[in-house]
């Protein structure tokens, strides 16, 4: 049993592990982003993160205990300068693990490690933004232009056919067809006939 026993051998010896680990932890840090295999992501991690915990220290000391596994003087500068500041909100949790494929030929499964809050992460979300924004932009004003043509076209065709109408009635009432002769009412005619004259009947027999 291997109680007791933390981490992995990752099929090495001591001192080949600790040169790896030391490598992968240099690289990381000038890269801020790797691919290797889980295993080593896992492992990776527990000494990245306890190095950037030494850069949010900023003495001396931190800066001596950390050349002990940083190869890179450069690497080193890096992290105290930059990534120290980056992270200085953050309580812990400053990496990333993201599974990938397996890997040809050994079939070992490979792994994506890297720094959160990277400078190229926010470009890149900040550009994403504003070409949806782009985008989104001339649509709306697309659908709104192809709105206003079809109502106007729908006023348009309306007008068309009052019009229409009222030129046809128009066109009926100069017709002499569609002219409708006037009748008068029953009234006028009552008056017309008993003011006018009497009827034969009424003016008695003609003298001869």
Known sequence: MRHQKAGRKLGRTSSHRQALLRNLVTALLLHERIITTEAKAKELRRIAERMITLAKREDLHARRQASQIIMD??????????????FSQRAGGYTRITKLAY???????????????????KE???????????????????????????????????????????????????????????????????????????SPSEAGPSST
Do not use: H
Request: glycine share 12%; charged share 45%; aromatic share 0%.
């Open 73 to 86: 003087e450069n690497v080193l500068r890096k992290l105290f300068d930059s990534l120290g500041a980056r």
């Open 103 to 121: 890997r040809a030929g050994d079939g070992a499964p490979l792994a994506v490690i890297e720094l959160l809050d990277q400078v190229k992460e």
């Open 124 to 198: 890149e979300s900040s550009i994403k933004a504003k070409v949806k924004k782009a985008l989104r932009r001339p649509g709306a004003k697309r659908k709104g232009k192809q709105q206003e043509p079809e109502a106007k076209g729908k006023e348009a065709k309306g007008k068309e056919a009052k019009g229409k109408e009222a030129k046809g009635k128009e066109a009926k009432e100069r017709s002499p067809k569609g002219r409708k002769k006037a009748i008068p009412a029953k009234g006028k005619m009552r008056q017309a006939v008993s003011g006018g004259g009497s």
